[in-house]
Every structure is written in structure tokens, then in C-alpha cells.
Nanobody
Framework: QVQLVESGGGSVQAGGSLRVSCAAS????????MGWFRQAPGKEREFAAA????????NYADSVKGRFTISRDNAENTLYLQMNSLKPEDTAVYCC???????????????????WGQGIQVTVSS
């Protein structure tokens, strides 16, 4: 079993920055690709960013590309999402997730992930 716990969310004005973290416990995540997804009120969950198990490769949704940076520290079993130039439309609950299959490539599809954090609120005001 893997437990994923997000932290670092909160409220910020448009143009500001936040960093959310995802700490894993129970088992290592170092051999798994990881992803960040988000869900805004009244909308379906959407992909935000993914990172390969080594950290060498990343992938972003067009809506966050150039503003968000996903990274990981495998020694600390932790995943990060640095969010800059935040916009009101970035307001959502952000969840981290672990890829279902060991050493598999990144994915932007939620069904490819098996363990999920409980999510953390990020609110951007105009």
C-alpha cells in the first residue's frame, strides 16, 4: 500500500506562485512515473503534469505549460508541483497520483494511475 499526502496549497492572488508537495509513505515511488491532476468545481478531473520515474522526462497540459514545473526527489519519496503566474482558472483541488505499472512511461490518463492523494485546494483570486 502507498499513502500519498499533499501539502502546500492555499490562496493566492492572480500572478502569484505556490508549490504543492506530495509525500509518499508505505512504499517507495521511485520506480513509478507520477502525475498531478486537478478538478475545478463543477468540472471533470483533468491532467496537469506528469514526470517519469527517473525525473528525466516531464509532460504538461497545454493550459499549464510554461507556468508549472513538476519535479521529484526520489530520495525523499516526494513529488512537487511549482505553480507560477497563477490564474483564477487554476483554482481547483490538486491531487497527486502514482502510475499503475512499475517503470512504465508517463501518462495523461487518470485510469493509468492506481494510488491517489486526497487532494489539496488551490484558490487563485483575481
Amino acid at each position: 500500500q502507498v499513502q500519498l499526502v499533499e501539502s502546500g496549497g492555499g490562496s493566492v492572488q492572480a500572478g502569484g506562485s505556490l508549490r504543492v508537495s506530495c509525500a509518499a509513505s508505505g512504499r517507495t515511488i521511485s520506480s513509478y512515473a507520477m502525475g498531478w491532476f486537478r478538478q475545478a468545481p463543477g468540472k471533470e478531473r483533468e491532467f496537469a503534469a506528469a514526470i517519469s520515474w527517473s525525473g528525466a522526462n516531464t509532460n504538461y497540459a497545454d493550459s499549464v505549460k510554461g507556468r508549472f514545473t513538476i519535479s521529484r526527489d526520489n530520495a525523499e519519496n516526494t513529488l512537487y508541483l511549482q505553480m507560477n503566474s497563477l490564474k483564477p482558472e487554476d483554482t481547483a483541488v490538486y491531487c497527486c497520483a502514482r502510475r499503475r505499472v512499475l517503470l512504465s512511461p508517463m501518462s495523461d490518463k487518470g485510469v493509468d494511475y492506481d494510488y491517489w492523494g486526497q487532494g489539496i485546494q488551490v484558490t487563485v483570486s483575481s
